[in-house]
């Protein structure tokens, strides 16, 4: 298996510009996570969806940011419009979620940088 | 609520031991272990999900005490591969699904 795969890994943009961040998490996983690492704050949960379904997006900072996951496939993460603050690295991780467990499986994230 | 890890950064030389504690104010009913390379995403070590239970990963163990609602890392005889930092992630009793992560320690390993 190819792991949970993120694009772009870089991004640059201008306040103000959309930014969309994209996920393809592990076949055969159900459940799919994206967190915002920054130094100050570490790894946030944004949001997380079951069976494609969002279930808990209390981490999401403020309605600029909202995710889909259209599919068991994909799901995106956008920015709109994008601030220099929301500048920090994205991960998208799956897991298959099962009696006892929740291993994450993270993506190798995106570097987000709002100028 | 997220977890407090501490310490927030420890240097070793190599072949010295280290402990990483993780705690919470929470009723947990799992801990996470993860460690994350510098520019690399965070990999899983272990997963504890009973009081007492330990486990072990090489030289790399945890323990987890439900009822303190603490966990600790060991680091034994720590190799230069060891570096990097460790997260410990918690879930709550009520099994959400949501595993919050705490701040990390930053763990260096001197040659």
């Known amino acids: 298996d190819a792991g949970v795969i993120q694009s772009p890994r870089h991004e640059v943009t201008e306040m103000g510009q959309e930014v969309t961040l994209r996920c393809k998490p592990i076949?055969?996983?159900?459940?799919l996570f994206w967190y915002r690492q920054t130094m100050m704050r570490g790894l946030e949960l944004l949001i997380y969806?079951?069976?494609?379904?969002?279930?808990?997006d209390s981490g999401m900072p403020e309605d600029r940011f909202s995710a889909k996951m259209p599919n068991a496939s994909f799901s995106t993460l956008k920015i709109q419009p994008s601030e220099p603050r929301d500048s920090a690295v994205y991960f998208c991780?799956?897991?298959?979620?099962?009696?006892?467990?929740?291993?994450?499986?993270f993506g190798a994230g995106s570097r987000l940088t709002v100028l | 609520q997220q977890p407090v890890q501490s310490p927030q950064a420890v240097i070793l030389r190599e072949g010295e031991d280290a402990v990483i504690n993780c705690s919470s104010s929470?009723?947990?009913?799992?801990v996470h272990w993860y460690r994350q390379k510098h520019g690399e995403a965070p990999v899983f070590l272990m997963i504890?999900?009973?009081?007492?239970e330990q486990k072990g990963h090489d030289k790399i163990s945890a323990s987890f005490n439900e009822k303190k609602q603490q966990s600790s890392l060991y680091l034994t005889a720590s190799q230069l591969s060891y570096s990097g930092t460790y997260f410990c992630?918690?879930?709550?009793?009520?099994?959400?699904?949501?595993?919050?992560f705490g701040k990390g320690t930053r763990l260096h390993i001197l040659p």
């Open positions: 504890l999900l009973k009081g007492g």
């Open positions: 969806f079951n069976n494609n379904v969002p279930i808990d």
């Open positions: 992630g918690t879930e709550a009793m009520n099994r959400d699904d949501k595993i919050i």
């Open positions: 076949s055969g996983h159900n459940s």
């Open positions: 929470k009723a947990l009913y799992s």
């Open positions: 991780a799956s897991s298959l979620l099962a009696v006892g467990a929740n291993v994450l499986t």
